[in-house]
């Protein structure tokens, strides 16, 4: 079809906003997340969300991008190197080998935010702890040797993409990828000072919910952008991820009502994460009712699964694993359920509740343990060797000062009293 593809403007600007919305999602992770902490490690949380737009995006056009998308199609297990150094990545050149109606550079530019939010993803997770040297040069190492393989397997027309897996806008390349490397470094860093005996709880609830809304908002683009145009499956991928977002939050209300008696607002905001997560390999496959009930699916069953860390024991701080691991699986195996042809041609083999057979599902369910398996390996290899070399970890006395005053010599909140709230 070479020759068959133009630039369209109206493609080109749903996705200069698709970008511009997935870039703000990021800082509204940090929110998110930095609402969690305690006073003390706020402005921590904040800095490496926020590090990742700078060192990811450079990291992104120099090598990474070649490695996700170079030789497109291939089937392989890793990309080349012809797009190193922005090598062939403007205006004029590459998307018609990618069949594309927008700039070579926007899709560029559009995955790059990709590659930005997802190692920031597992901030979470390993919270009021991660000495911030160390954690620059974990996620420099994760995008090489992690995050740009499972995208070019997927995204990149890889061997899962050759296999017949489906993932519309990253549940085995953002969301089972970050949750499974998220698992790996806590098992490295160890337990929090205190955990579980002490109580942990979040000093700005109101920023984790500002945080929610800036996600959710910006996940129409994560979502609907992957369409990479403004057309018919865009909207149904818009449609779809506030459906699932809204019933994620339903189920996980649902969830600790019937169990603790009351609703509560962080269980309001992680619930709608969780509906979110769940729907992002489903956005642009699935129609009808299907979103409702893959959120509502999400939503219990990842409230559910963050109870597991009480159970075996690992210290997964704000929920990472619970939440983006258990939600990116859900997404990906119920769209083994769900995925109809007549939603996107691009289904090629239909779900079992829409006159398909298992084909589907035991890719989905491939895909999904490939990744998982790959990344929990390679990021636990990464932090080890990095723990080997000049530690991972902060001091006790660091973690009991806070990442804030001992990473970064600064302090979030100042009430005329130096100090005061250095220890909260």
Same mark, same amino acid.
């Given at each position: 079809?070479? !020759?068959?593809?133009?630039?369209?403007?109206?493609?080109?600007?749903?996705?200069?906003?698709?970008?511009?919305?997935?870039?703000?999602?990021?800082?509204?992770?940090?929110?998110?997340?930095?609402?969690?902490?305690?006073?003390?490690?706020?402005?921590?949380?904040?800095?490496?969300?926020?590090?990742?737009?700078?060192?990811?995006?450079?990291?992104?056009?120099?090598?990474?991008?070649?490695?996700?998308?170079?030789?497109?199609?291939?089937?392989?297990?890793?990309?080349?190197?012809?797009?190193?150094?922005?090598?062939?990545?403007?205006?004029?050149?590459?998307?018609?080998?990618?069949?594309?109606?927008?700039?070579?550079?926007?899709?560029?530019?559009?995955?790059?935010?990709?590659?930005?939010?997802?190692?920031?993803?597992?901030?979470?997770?390993? =919270?009021?702890?991660?000495?911030?040297?160390?954690?620059?040069?974990?996620?420099?190492?994760?995008?090489?040797?992690?995050?740009?393989?499972?995208?070019?397997?997927?995204?990149?027309?890889?061997?899962?993409?050759?296999?017949?897996?489906?993932?519309?806008?990253?549940?085995?390349?953002?969301?089972?990828?970050?949750?499974?490397?998220?698992?790996?470094?806590?098992?490295?860093?160890?337990?929090?000072?205190?955990?579980?005996?002490?109580?942990?709880?979040?000093?700005?609830?109101?920023?984790?919910?500002?945080?929610?809304?800036?996600?959710?908002?910006?996940?129409?683009?994560?979502?609907?952008?992957?369409?990479?145009?403004?057309?018919? &499956?865009?909207?149904?991928?818009?449609?779809?991820?506030?459906?699932?977002?809204?019933?994620?939050?339903?189920?996980?209300?649902?969830?600790?009502?019937?169990?603790?008696?009351?609703?509560?607002?962080?269980?309001?905001?992680? !619930?709608?994460?969780?509906?979110?997560?769940?729907?992002?390999?489903?956005?642009?496959?699935?129609?009808?009712?299907?979103?409702?009930?893959?959120?509502?699916?999400?939503?219990?069953?990842?409230?559910?699964?963050?109870?597991?860390?009480?159970?075996?024991?690992?210290?997964?701080?704000?929920?990472?694993?619970?939440?983006?691991?258990?939600?990116?699986?859900?997404?990906?195996?119920?769209?083994?359920?769900?995925?109809?042809?007549?939603?996107?041609?691009?289904?090629?083999?239909?779900?079992?509740?829409?006159? !398909?057979?298992?084909?589907?599902?035991?890719?989905?369910?491939? =895909?999904?343990?490939?990744?998982?398996?790959?990344?929990?390996?390679?990021?636990?290899?990464?932090?080890?060797? &990095?723990?080997?070399?000049?530690?991972?970890?902060?001091?006790?006395?660091?973690?009991?000062?806070?990442?804030?005053?001992?990473?970064?010599?600064?302090?979030?909140?100042?009430?005329?009293?130096?100090?005061?709230?250095?220890?909260?």
């Amino acid at each position: 079809m070479k !020759g068959c593809f133009v630039i369209d403007s109206g493609d080109t600007a749903w996705m200069l906003i698709s970008t511009g919305l997935v870039l703000f999602m990021t800082p509204g992770l940090a929110f998110f997340y930095g609402g969690m902490v305690r006073a003390k490690n706020v402005l921590g949380m904040l800095m490496q969300n926020f590090f990742a737009m700078g060192l990811m995006a450079i990291l992104w056009v120099t090598i990474a991008f070649s490695l996700a998308f170079g030789n497109f199609g291939d089937g392989g297990f890793i990309g080349n190197f012809d797009f190193a150094w922005m090598h062939n990545i403007n205006a004029t050149t590459g998307s018609e080998a990618f069949a594309l109606t927008i700039p070579f550079v926007l899709f560029c530019a559009y995955q790059m935010t990709f590659a930005v939010i997802t190692p920031a993803l597992i901030t979470g997770a390993t =919270a009021d702890r991660f000495k911030f040297k160390a954690y620059a040069i974990f996620i420099a190492i994760w995008l090489v040797l992690v995050y740009a393989p499972v995208a070019h397997w997927v995204f990149g027309g890889g061997w899962l993409a050759k296999l017949g897996a489906l993932d519309f806008a990253g549940g085995a390349v953002v969301h089972i990828n970050a949750g499974a490397a998220a698992l790996a470094v806590i098992l490295v860093l160890g337990k929090r000072k205190g955990w579980p005996r002490e109580g942990m709880h979040p000093h700005n609830l109101p920023f984790t919910l500002l945080g929610t809304g800036i996600l959710w908002f910006g996940w129409f683009g994560f979502n609907a952008g992957s369409a990479l145009g403004a057309n018919g &499956i865009a909207a149904t991928a818009l449609m779809n991820t506030f459906l699932a977002a809204s019933a994620g939050m339903i189920g996980w209300l649902l969830f600790e009502r019937i169990k603790d008696g009351k609703p509560t607002t962080l269980g309001a905001a992680s !619930g709608a994460v969780a509906g979110l997560v769940a729907i992002t390999p489903c956005a642009g496959y699935v129609g009808g009712m299907a979103p409702i009930l893959i959120g509502l699916a999400a939503g219990v069953l990842c409230v559910f699964a963050i109870q597991l860390k009480f159970k075996f024991g690992y210290d997964d701080s704000l929920d990472v694993v619970g939440v983006h691991l258990v939600g990116g699986l859900v997404g990906a195996l119920l769209l083994g359920f769900f995925a109809d042809a007549t939603i996107n041609p691009a289904v090629k083999n239909k779900g079992l509740f829409v006159g !398909g057979d298992a084909k589907l599902l035991w890719y989905q369910f491939v =895909a999904s343990g490939v990744t998982l398996v790959f990344s929990f390996t390679v990021s636990f290899i990464i932090a080890k060797v &990095i723990d080997k070399c000049m530690g991972i970890r902060v001091s006790e006395e660091d973690e009991f000062e806070g990442l804030d005053l001992s990473q970064h010599a600064e302090s979030a909140y100042s009430f005329g009293n130096t100090g005061s709230m250095d220890r909260i």
